[in-house]
T-cell receptor, first 111, second 116 residues
């Protein structure tokens, strides 16, 4: 079935690294995404990775993809209080119109 | 540049009343359009998507309906709201022309609906 799973909460101290993990089920997914949602707002794309890549780095963000285990992670280096938000993992199913989102991980950053 | 507008931002409605939420997209043509509901502590539930005018696909059986009267307009409706319809509703669009299976979605600011 179609399912994306991620833990619901993560708490880190300011300046530490945050790692948010996700597992997905559809092996035909060609793109996987991380979206960020700030309180009371819509989602914004943070980054995405194509399935033939193992890693993608974009400034403080590092995405790791393990296709064998269907595991995706987002690492935020030097986490700031402004990074406090909900982070959603998502996959686009083969065919391209449907994107399945996880439940979101709420990141708390303590000063 | 493309923008997406969703309104109203907040809505309080009594049980049994009708609902109409509107979403419009500017700066692009032939977008794919989506309605999602986000319940507290849960992910985004895809309610409807549309690949063209008058073309609506429903993902879950429910008390809601969607319509796409114009290319860049997507409306979410209900004839009689239930308590369980409360939630945060998000409209999104994605480009029709894109790389295979790359379906980056751009979201509106959302409507928080409380049914009392």
């Amino acid at each position: 079935g179609e399912d994306v799973e991620q833990s619901l909460f993560l708490s880190v101290r300011e300046g530490d690294s945050s790692v948010i993990n996700c597992t997905y089920t559809d092996s035909s997914s060609t793109y996987l995404y991380w979206y960020k949602q700030e309180p009371g707002a819509g989602l914004q794309l943070l980054t995405y990775i194509f399935s033939n890549m193992d890693m993608k780095q974009d400034q403080r963000l590092t995405v790791l993809l393990n296709k064998k285990d269907k595991h995706l992670s987002l690492r935020i280096a030097d986490t700031q209080t402004g990074d406090s938000a909900i982070y959603f993992c998502a996959e686009t199913l083969g065919g391209g119109f449907k994107t399945i989102f996880g439940a979101g991980t709420r990141l708390f950053v303590k000063a | 540049s493309q923008t997406i507008h969703q309104w109203p931002a907040t809505l309080v409605q009594p049980v049994g009343s009708p609902l109409s939420l509107e979403c419009t997209v500017e700066g692009t043509s032939n977008p794919n359009l989506y309605w999602y509901r986000q319940a507290a502590g849960r992910g985004l539930q895809l309610l409807f998507y549309s690949v063209g005018i008058g073309q609506i696909s429903s993902e879950v059986p429910q008390n809601l309906s969607a319509s796409r009267p114009q290319d860049r307009q997507f409306i979410l409706s209900s004839k009689k709201l239930l308590l369980s319809d409360s939630g945060f509703y998000l409209c999104a669009w994605s480009a029709r022309d894109r790389g295979r299976d790359k379906n980056i979605q751009y979201f509106g600011a959302g409507t928080r609906l409380s049914v009392l």
